[in-house]
């Protein structure tokens, strides 16, 4: 249930808070006044899509937050998303002029599909699109199914399930016989890409490598001399003296026989003798790698040419050697699932054939139970018609086989309401028959009969009365109060019978100040409810005659539910 609800710098809205309650509750006001802004405030708050045209002008966002009484469906979602703080439940959403949206659960950052499939639980918004809807089939069945409650919507979500798994096995099967002569190239080509990969024998990360040694090759003389040179410097006799090395154990000899003089000098001769000691072997080394510089003239051509082979594979198939083996791999797998296509195929039409056939089970329960559902359907609705001033109308539910036995989402059958108005008239299509006046009695029939089936907590009628007036009008008022005794009801209504029956009034107006038009509403009071269904009724608080018809109007519906 809805309980509280605030509103800041939404079009026209600057800043708008109100609290709502349990029964039917009317929101009244002039056309244009910004009944419907509420509304589309609320339909944000459970998940409808937002633009930045619904900021306020001057302001940089628009906020919405919503206080809730979740029902079990809510609270389950809320657990599961780890969302759930209390019993009460707090939804809030900011629109920035960039157009960006952020949602909020509880505290919680969330997304507009959370905000979608929470507000599937908490509010249902009837508009007057909604009957329209009742004019196009394919929305009947959707409205049947959902009339027989959580136990037959898990057979259809079942018998779904079945027939998309069907769908997708027939299409992977006729993929694979589409075209032999294809597979039959393709696997050649494949064939072919994979021995030339398996042939080079590659290796992971053997082009690096090679770049390297082509690198060291081709500037092997330059490498040699430079070895030979410091090997030289270091360990040969030089032209004008000793080699380095011999120079420097000379040195070492002379700094021991100082220390054995002088003990400080001790940690200095300490360190040169480390440093010699690298130098020998560093220079050990150094001769040891220029004995090992390769001799073979003819290893370099040999990596130029293993390198050319890599750059060729490259060009095919990656950009480098891990990428080659990998697409090697890829066809090697590809190759072998169209190698097996045909044992696979055998596979999908033996799969296809169970599926269908629990599917088949499946469909057939399911259309039992919408055959139950659609007599259970047509009873009650006639019930609720007679109480809406269409007392002599049939309502039918028709259906039409689907042609085929194969798996389809939806069941076997197409479901179409049929009715007749009046006495003596054929059943015929909703869609060629109903007037709007009519249209909207029978939708409002199926919400309160779907109210019991659904268990959504709060509906939302916007306009819904449109082409209704007169004694049809004090029916409709008295469905709506009775539906506010099950349900909380929230209706935007211009007809003051109507909204005599509410069990709390909103007034919604339009002001102007400082040069900006805004929007406020309020809950009336007794003598502002009085004034208000004066104003509904065409006339002004000085019209004595308007006022005590308000007035009337609210006694007579008291004291028709009373009795």
Known sequence: MLKELQIRDFALIEDLELSFYSGFSVL????????????????????????????????????????FLPNAGALALLEEWGMQEGEELIISREISMGGRSK?????????????????????DIVGQHDSQRLLRPENHVELLDSYGGTSHLSILEEADKLASSWLALR???????SDERERHRRMDLLAYQIEEITGAHLQPGEDEELEQERSRLANLDRIRQALQYAVGMLGENQADGQPLLDMLSSIETELERASALDPPLEPLTQRYVEVLINLQELYRDLRHYLEALPADPGRLNAVEERLDLIDRLQRKYGDSVEEILAYGQQAQEELAALENAGVRAE?????????????????????????????????QIQVELADLAMGDTRFQVQFVAEEGQQPALGGRERVEFMMAANLGEELKPLARIASGGELSRVLLALKAILAKAEQIPTIVFDEVDAGIGGRTAVKLGEKLRTLGEMRQVLCVTHLPVVASFGTHHYSVQKLARENRTMVKAKLLGPEERVLELTRMLGGSAEELVTSEHARELLRRTEAGLGS
């Open 171 to 177: 299409a992977e099967q006729k993929r694979l016989q």
């Open 347 to 379: 596979g999908l039409e033996a799969e296809c054939n169970r599926l269908e056939q629990e599917w088949l089970s499946l469909a057939e329960k399911l259309s039992h139970g919408r055959r139950a559902l659609a007599q259970q359907l047509e009873q």
């Open 103 to 123: 949602c909020w659960i509880n505290g919680h950052l969330a997304t507009v599909n959370q905000l979608s499939l929470l507000g599937a639980h908490l509010v």
């Open 28 to 67: 009244s006001g002039e056309t244009g006044a910004g009944k419907s802004i509420i509304i589309d405030a609320l339909s944000l708050l459970t998940g409808a899509r937002a633009s930045s045209e619904v900021v306020r002008t001057g302001a940089q966002r628009a906020m919405l937050s919503g206080s």
